[in-house]
């Protein structure tokens, strides 16, 4: 499959959320694209992270359109799947394509009192924020496996760091790392 690939410093995990900002002309045409086909892939990119050359995508769908007080488009875009980039393509308006096959992530597990922590407190978290329940309409603060991967994309965890957790066999590595992060915040 080939779809356009949008590079930004953004991590997002399968079922996140997040709200873009699209005005370059490229752009534009690529969410043209993504609704008439596929969708597109967010390729985790930062020139200040010193991230090694990231060959993997955040596939993403378009939930909501909007547009600010000065016509600038504005889309909503939810996580479906993570994708490995194989090959990159760059067109004459520098707009990137990439050949991507989906890859699975973490497998399901279950609640463990860690994780139930995790959840309460990230139910904490939603319920002080206007901007996060607007973005997630429908929350599974039920799931081990959400509420791990919400918290990785909302802490200020570099780059880097957060690229570890891309491996399907990275769940408990991430679920540590979130708890010891949490448990110091609330015993500070």
């Known amino acids: 499959m080939n779809l356009p690939l949008f590079p930004l410093p953004i991590f997002l995990l ?8 699209i005005f370059e002309q490229r752009y534009l045409k690529m969410v043209r694209i993504a609704t008439k086909e596929n969708g597109f892939a ?10 090694p050359e990231v060959r993997w995508a955040s596939w993403v769908e378009i939930i909501n359109f909007d547009q600010d007080e000065d016509g600038t488009l504005i889309i909503d875009v939810k996580c479906k799947s993570l994708l490995k980039v194989t090959k990159i393509t760059v067109e004459k308006d520098q707009l990137r394509y990439g050949e ?18 995790l959840s309460e407190s990230l139910a904490q978290v939603f319920k002080q924020s206007d901007d996060l329940r607007n973005l997630y309409q429908d929350k599974f603060t039920d799931q081990p496996n959400w509420v791990i991967a919400r ?33 110091a915040e609330q015993h500070h």
């Open 14 to 21: 399968p079922d996140g959320v997040t709200r873009l900002r």
């Open 42 to 51: 967010i390729l985790l990119n930062d020139a200040n992270a010193n991230l």
């Open 100 to 117: 991507v096959t989906a890859i699975a992530h973490w497998p399901l597990s279950e609640h463990d009192h860690v994780t139930h922590d």
């Open 151 to 183: 918290w990785l994309e909302l802490l200020p965890v570099e780059l880097n760091i957060k690229d570890i957790f891309i491996d399907s066999n990275s769940l408990e590595q991430a679920k540590q790392l979130i708890h010891t992060i949490i448990h």
